[in-house]
């Protein structure tokens, strides 16, 4: 068995409170991450910290990019334990997506139309940061494309089998528990 990490996030951006205020949701932006301590996590979201509607895969990081940016996000970090093989399947896909992300967009209508409740993706090509979760644990057969509803909130993965909540505050505070002090390396 391994474990994922799904990081459910907040930037309080003015976007992201459009969002909060349509969904009522904490949370608006997923992202997962194959390490304990996030330094890579993947998504789709912002290529540029200050263009929202500049979008795709992205590997984002607790003190870089938009998160720097945003140094009050708050997060709730997820563990979900996974078979090898299943682990391994997530592993690839992520490195795929990595290695064309300049083929993958983000899905800016999806996003509207998620908002109406109606799922909308017209290519495997274009992703919001749910659809690409959901995509990868259905891909690697964590769970059945029937466990989430059509549209997908990053709340919904609270509710997986065996998840556990890890941590919940701020992300710069989670990060840098794994963040070697000057004290500690000397």
């Known amino acids: 068995m391994k474990k994922i990490f799904f990081v459910l996030t907040?930037?309080?951006?003015?976007?992201?409170?459009?969002i909060r205020h349509y969904t009522?949701?904490?949370y608006n932006h997923i992202s997962?991450?194959?390490e304990e301590d996030l330094s890579e996590m993947y998504s789709f979201g912002r290529r540029n910290p200050y263009i929202f509607f500049y979008g795709g895969f992205v590997v984002e990081n607790p003190m870089k990019g938009?998160?720097?940016?945003?140094?009050?996000?708050?997060c709730k970090v997820l563990c979900l334990p996974v078979e090898d093989d299943s682990y391994q399947t997530i592993?690839?896909?992520i490195q795929r997506f990595a290695s064309e992300k300049k083929s993958f967009k983000y899905n800016i209508r999806g996003i509207?139309?998620?908002r109406k409740n109606i799922n909308y993706q017209k290519s495997y090509r274009k992703f919001y940061c749910t659809q690409f979760m959901k995509y990868l644990l259905v891909c690697a057969h964590v769970v059945p494309e029937s466990f989430f509803d059509e549209v997908v909130a990053p709340e919904h993965f609270m509710k997986l089998p065996d998840v556990t909540v890890l941590y919940e505050g701020l992300l710069r505070d989670y990060a840098s528990q794994f963040t070697p002090t000057t004290q500690q390396i000397e």
């Open 10 to 18: 907040q930037t309080n951006t003015y976007v992201s409170r459009i």
């Open 112 to 114: 509207f139309k998620a």
């Open 24 to 26: 009522g949701d904490t």
């Open 91 to 93: 592993s690839d896909l």
């Open 32 to 34: 997962i991450a194959l």
């Open 66 to 74: 938009t998160f720097k940016r945003y140094p009050r996000t708050l």
